[in-house]
């Protein structure tokens, strides 16, 4: 961002005083009956500066959650993380979205993705390479037995 633009200075005046996540809040949607717990659930979580009620969404009761730290990269995954952990116990029926929750599943998948596919690949292309190394020693030579070259 350029730094003389007045989104660059508006977003500098919104750093100095507010909390790192409120460009990016979270969503948290939460069945009526576990409001209550959740949202203390959510407001008592590591990284999580405030908790706002915000207009039900098809029979669920929605809050927007605030983070404390930034909310894209590490702090912010361990946010989203803890967050979730303690919904889970508190409210086990509620959702947590939010661009930055889409983009920590993203990164999850991608890292999940990683570890099996790769490998796998991996196995593949190694097992074309032997199987044509195979052909070469073995086969070929057979062949040429057969053939009387």
Known sequence: MKSGTDSAIGQKLIDAHFPAGISYPLVVLIPPGQAGAA???AGGALGVGGV???TPVDGYDSYS???SVPPFGAEGSAAISGLRQRLTHDAPDALVGGIPAIEYDVAQAADRDNLVIIPLVLV???GVL???LVV???LVPASWAVCGK
């Open 130 to 132: 032997l199987d044509a």
């Open 65 to 67: 959650v605030i983070l």
């Open 136 to 138: 070469r020693t073995v």
């Open 124 to 126: 593949v292309i190694l």
């Open 52 to 54: 706002v009620p915000n």
């Open 39 to 41: 949202a203390a659930a």
